[in-house]
């Protein structure tokens, strides 16, 4: 079948079209591509989907199991807490500020990480070699610890947990986008082009990156993953704690006493983390593969 | 040879300096009080940290230095007691998928490991009593050992340091701590587990594609000889690199997860003394982590390098 018939359907346009269509074809990753837009909802329509304002208590409704269970209420879905708050407007919200938050996070890491990875590959000699050193000695320090230098610096507040973590995943990326950029660049093709002069901005802009799309995904998901551990862990710890917002962690810290009282307190916030973080890393996988099938 | 390893050598030392410089820089932001220019500062800093003057904690008057080592040996333990346990069931499952690519059990064993990974580790932490209580075990949840027990700090390693005592408790302090570490352990091990599938998949597969493996089929060599003679030598190197470069993610995981038992280790260390306001440990923690992370990642290429003839190319490149 020619590839440009005109009234055949299902004509394959473009690489990224092509992936697409053998993206469209895995049962799971399609699944989760549906779990996360369901999330992307509930960020935007977060407002409007509660139904208690999530710090608003009440006394004659303390520690109600959820509405299944023996003594629930529906007009309490998921119980309430122990000054009896809703759980349920408590989740919807800690969603909304923790997957934002993470998302936040990954789109400005992939945008400076990619930047910043592409210059660090053209430099030569003696510049190339401090940043590699300066990244060396970064990337000793762990996440964890990076994050919490920052926040001693900056003041403890959710906004500044972002920051934070962002910081201290951006040395990881770049170093990762660098190791991919170096490795294609070795490859035969890259001389060819760099013999017909080619520069390397446009050398990395029009070729490299296309070409590593796969590793790039893995990387931006690894981004994704951590930050939203980051960010959580950070909430769990006690930082970025504010008195109105609620955050998934913080949720799970502050229902920690009270696990054996009511298990929905900790299981909810902790089972819905692992479904987000999951969904996601399952796209991850089906993209990737998907990349490899359509190289192939 | 030697080349190589005065390489690593100078490798090592400009990246602790650049270490020394960022913590100087945290050191120099957190004292308000400043009666030297900054270069000076530096070179008294480091003569202070060289001479091990490290400071002192406000919170209890002990030195700092000692209490970092102690408290990094105790998450050392917990990381390493987690590494054994993980390796020893991940590799085998790894092996397996990566032979079996694509097939039922293959996806099975990947699900399993892509679970492992999505698991955030502190909510496993504060789940993993409630589990073991499920299966009816009874083990300590929270500690470093014991308080009956009574361990002299030897080696600042408590599992080694508890055998010292057998004259009086025979072995039982030595088991108290074992048992306590077995919970926290587990919840470290199932990132370390989920990796190490993931790393060691990809490297059989990517092994077993290669040319030199067909003429080991048509030999007649059966998948296990094989496997035993010519996959695994070739696969272990890209394994312990990739998960070499993990080690400082690793170690975060192991800091949340001795915050949650609270086993004294790194990560309860730090977050005390954060809440005491006692932020000279910032600096200490710098140096004392990211040079532990650095010596042994430098001590895995080295090894890595004397061990196996791939890695050993780079010395006759240049």
């Known amino acids: 079948m020619s590839i440009n018939d005109e009234f055949d359907k299902k004509q394959i346009r473009t690489p990224l079209h092509y992936i697409f269509q053998i993206f469209k074809k895995k049962v799971a990753a399609i699944i989760a591509v549906w779990i996360i837009c369901t999330f992307l909802f509930i960020i935007i329509f977060a407002d409007f989907i509660v139904s208690h304002s999530p710090s608003e208590q009440n006394m004659n409704a303390l520690l109600l199991p959820p509405y299944w269970l023996k003594g629930g209420n529906t007009a309490y879905l998921l119980g309430t807490d122990e000054l009896g708050r809703d759980n349920f407007s408590r989740l919807i919200m800690g969603i909304q500020r923790t997957l934002a938050g993470a998302l936040i996070i990954t789109a400005v890491v992939s945008f400076f990480g990619l930047i910043l990875g592409a210059l660090a590959s053209s430099l030569k000699n003696f510049k190339a070699s401090i940043l590699h050193h300066l990244l060396d000695s970064l990337l000793t320090i762990p996440i964890l610890l990076t994050a919490l230098i920052f926040i001693v610096i900056f003041g403890s507040s959710f906004q500044n947990c972002l920051y934070a973590i962002a910081i201290s995943l951006l040395p990881q990326f770049i170093r990762s986008i660098f190791l991919s950029i170096e490795t294609e660049m ?59 917002g609620t955050e998934l962690g913080a949720i799970i810290a502050n229902n920690f006493e009270f696990m054996y009282l009511s298990p929905i307190l900790v299981l909810a916030p902790g089972i819905t983390l692992f479904i987000i973080i999951f969904s996601f890393n399952v796209v991850a996988e089906g993209i990737r593969h998907a990349i490899i099938e359509a190289e192939q | 040879m030697l080349n190589y390893i005065m390489r690593r050598l100078g490798l090592f030392i400009s990246t602790a300096f650049i270490l020394t410089l960022i913590a100087y820089a945290l050191h120099y932001w957190l004292n308000q009080s400043h009666s030297q220019p900054i270069i000076n500062g530096y070179i008294t800093y480091m ?15 002990q030195p700092i230095l000692a209490k970092g080592l102690k408290s990094l040996a105790s998450t050392l ?27 039922q059990i293959d996806y099975l064993i990947m699900s399993t ?28 949840i929270d500690g470093q050992i014991s308080p009956i027990y009574e361990v002299k700090n030897v080696t600042g390693f408590m599992l080694i340091d508890s055998l010292f005592t057998t004259g009086t408790y025979h072995f039982e302090a030595f088991y108290s701590r074992v048992r306590h ?49 010519h996959v695994f030598k070739n696969i272990y190197p890209s394994i312990i690199h990739d998960l070499r470069s993990n080690l400082s993610t690793l170690f975060s995981f192991a800091m949340t997860v001795d915050i949650v038992f609270k086993s004294k280790g790194s990560g309860q260390w730090l977050l005390t003394s954060i809440h005491e306001g006692d932020y000279i440990v910032l600096p200490t923690a710098i140096l004392i982590i990211g040079g532990f992370i650095l010596l042994s990642s430098i001590l895995i290429d080295i090894l890595l390098m004397l061990t196996s003839p791939t890695k050993r190319i780079t010395l006759y490149v240049d």
């Open chain 2, 77 to 103: 333990e917990l990381s390493i007691f987690a590494f054994i346990g993980a390796l020893t069931l991940a590799i085998p499952l790894g092996i397996i998928a990566g032979i079996y690519r694509n097939g």
């Open chain 2, 47 to 61: 003569i202070q940290i060289l001479k091990g003057n490290w400071g002192i904690s406000i919170i209890d008057h």
């Open chain 2, 181 to 229: 570490l077995i919970l926290p352990s587990i919840v470290l091990s199932l990132f370390i587990f989920a990796e190490t599938i993931r790393l060691t998949r990809h490297s059989i597969s990517m092994v077993m594609k290669s040319n030199y493996i067909n003429a080991a089929y048509s030999k007649g060599l059966s998948t296990v000889q094989i496997l035993r003679s």
């Open chain 1, 186 to 244: 070795a490859k035969p093709y890259i001389v060819a082009l760099k013999i017909d002069s080619m520069s390397d901005l446009q050398l990395v802009k029009n070729v490299i990156y296309p070409n590593i799309l796969e590793p790039l995904v893995t990387i931006i998901n690894r981004v994704f993953t951590m930050a939203i551990i980051e960010i959580t862990t950070l909430g769990f710890l006690g930082f970025g704690v504010q008195t109105k």
């Open chain 2, 113 to 140: 490991a892509i679970i492992a990974l999505a698991l955030p580790v502190f909510w496993v932490a504060i789940m993993m009593p409630t589990v073991s209580n499920i299966f009816h075990l009874t083990l300590p």
